[in-house]
């Protein structure tokens, strides 16, 4: 049995969960709303103030999906509640980001500054050298992220780029000269 498909999510007050057919969960809180059509194959029920999901059989693939399934609703009531955040740190000289509005601006060493649009649902913050998504859906908030990230990755020599706060980078010894 799935040790996390097993536990049951708590639904905190102020939140209300619909499960409506071919298992479209509704997640309505404080912070927002989000829907997300989940495996078919899942049983979803809500007992009081409790849903839990059950499988229909021990095919790998339902075991898969059960532990799955339980932790996409899961993330859905905590967006609601909490939200999710992701802090990314710009490091190098001259790498700097700037806010505008709903536009990121960062300077990374290119010939043009590098501007990004914040996606519907998602905000993000500048301070200092810490660039701050947040948001209600973790994947949205994970991916922007992610994408921030790859418009300059950091680079293992000197360590600079965009990062994110909790990432550690393998640093690489430069070269050395002829003797």
Do not use: C
Request: glycine residues 12%; proline residues 5%; positive net charge.
């Amino acid at each position: 049995m799935s040790r996390i498909g097993r536990m049951p999510i708590a639904i905190p007050a102020g939140v209300t969960v619909d499960i409506a057919e071919n298992n479209k969960v509704t997640v309505k809180g404080p912070k927002g709303t989000l829907e997300r059509v989940l495996p078919a194959e899942m049983e979803i029920k809500q007992e009081g103030a409790e849903v839990i999901v059950t499988r229909p059989n021990d095919l790998k693939k339902m075991k898969s999906l059960h532990g799955l399934t339980r932790t996409l609703i899961n993330n859905m009531v905590v967006g609601v509640t909490d939200g999710f955040t992701k802090e990314l740190e710009v490091n190098g000289v001259g790498y700097r980001a700037a806010k505008s509005g709903k536009k990121l601006t960062l300077s990374l060493g290119y010939s043009h500054p590098v501007e990004m649009e914040d996606p519907e649902g998602l905000e993000s913050k500048v301070d200092g050298n810490k660039i701050i998504v947040s948001g209600i859906d973790k994947e949205k908030v994970g991916q922007y992220a992610a994408e921030i990230r790859s418009k300059r990755g950091p680079e293992p020599y000197k360590g600079k780029g965009i990062k994110y706060v909790d990432e550690t980078i393998r640093r690489k010894v430069g070269k050395t000269g002829k003797k």
